[in-house]
């Protein structure tokens, strides 16, 4: 990408930012619909999840489904829907997608040499962030007039009831399109080509357990140049700025970053807001928002200058490149959530948690949120 910008030469930071929502989309958005991540060992790593996080498995598409190109296995919680994707051979070949058959491979833009290159440089990592929107082929085709760079041409069905196409987002993640009444009326498992896989427990129980992970609220991106990519994004969905971040609103001693978010958001955000999408972090960052401000896009930069390398350019450093750095689920108790994944762990089978923040981090907490928390929680 270009570095110049000719809308922005300059972010204002939080407190100078005036929010307002200009209904610019150029096509209908909905929701996040699902990330995909290209793993080393998709099963392995979706059942891994599974156990770390409540999440359960609901679709897959393999060798025994048809799929010799890959093996892709979807888990979800709520509304969250990940799908980790391996590939078999490196010389594998996919169809052609003129002559495309899902069963044999749902996404013929996903070759293995491209996932396996994909895997060799940046580990499991998201290859691509679905959205579910009105129309996918208009929406493919408003975005690439938009500027976008193409990454897969509308796949539809026959009768209409399923259409997927993806343009690139950032670094080589793809942004996904994704529509049809066959997405919400149970035709599809998940995408034309998965099949549909049961949750079961223990002694052949349907698996009902959840820790209560209900949503993706936001997918938060690390670049080399912030105005730039928002300027991309933007043209390409007319998504509108939602918030921004300069290191004077976000920064610590500890790193440096720039931010930006053209979201959809999916919660109102108040004071809260300012230390969401960058909390820890001395950088700039921008806030992009669709129409409904149902999903969020943040977009964040390094900065230089502070006193240890900035976590953004530490990411772009040791991730290979532009990508996807974090993910935030929304759920309704994020105390049962968290003590649910510290059983996990415990058990030597779920995610290792951060470290805890600096006193200072709780010592506000009560005047960022409000009476977001009671003094119990907070406690």
């Known amino acids: 990408m270009e570095p110049s910008n000719q809308k922005r030469a300059k972010l204002v930071g939080y407190d100078n930012f005036v929010r307002s929502n200009p209904l ?13 991540f290209v793993a080393g060992d998709a099963g ?18 393999t060798m025994l489904t048809g799929n010799k190109a890959y093996a892709s296995h979807v888990i979800a919680s709520g509304g969250v829907r990940l799908a980790f994707s391996s590939p078999y051979g490196v010389a594998t070949e996919t169809p052609a997608a003129e002559t495309w058959e899902p069963a044999a491979c749902p996404n013929p833009a996903l070759t293995p040499a491209a996932m396996h290159a994909a895997y060799a440089a940046h580990g499991l990592s998201v290859c691509a962030v679905g959205l579910l929107v009105d129309d996918a082929a208009a929406a ?29 987002l950032y ?13 919400a009326d149970g035709s599809l498992a998940f995408l034309p080509g998965y099949e549909a896989v049961a949750p079961v427990g223990l002694e052949g129980k349907p698996d009902t357990r ?6 993706i609220d936001h997918v938060v991106g690390n670049v080399a140049d912030l105005l730039a990519t928002v300027d991309y994004i933007g043209g390409m969905t007319g ?74 350019l530490t990411y772009l450093e040791q991730h290979g490149g532009e990508g996807v750095q974090h993910i935030a689920l929304k759920t309704d108790d994020v105390f049962a959530t968290v003590h649910a994944m510290r059983v996990a762990g415990a058990a030597r089978c779920g995610f290792e948690l951060m470290e805890r923040p600096r006193d200072v981090y709780y010592d506000k907490l ?14």
């Not at 670094?171 to 997405?183: H, I, K, Q, T």
């Not at 959840?210 to 949503?215: D, K, L, W, Y």
Request: charged share 20%.
């Open 140 to 168: 493919f085709a408003a975005a690439v007039a938009g500027g976008a760079k193409p990454r897969a041409p509308p796949r539809t069905a026959c009768d209409g009831s399923y259409a997927v196409a993806e343009v690139l």
């Open 210 to 215: 959840t820790f209560g992970i209900a949503s």
């Open 24 to 36: 610019s989309d150029k096509f209908g958005v909905q929701s996040f619909h699902h990330l995909e």
């Open 171 to 183: 670094g080589d993640c793809s942004l996904r399109f994704v529509s049809g009444a066959a997405l």
């Open 44 to 61: 392995l790593t979706a059942s891994a999840w599974c156990t770390a996080l409540g999440f359960h498995k609901v679709a897959k598409s």
């Open 366 to 379: 009560k005047a960022r949120l409000g009476d977001g928390l009671t003094d119990a929680e907070v406690a």
């Open 239 to 312: 998504f509108h700025e939602f918030a921004e971040f300069t290191a004077e609103d976000v920064g610590t001693v500890d790193s440096g970053l720039n931010s930006m978010v053209r979201a959809i958001l999916l919660s109102a955000r108040n004071s809260s807001a300012r230390n969401s999408p960058t909390r820890g972090a001395s950088s700039r960052a921008q806030v992009l928002a669709s129409n409904n401000e149902r999903v969020l896009l943040p977009v964040n930069e390094p900065t230089v200058g502070s006193k240890r390398k900035s976590q953004i």
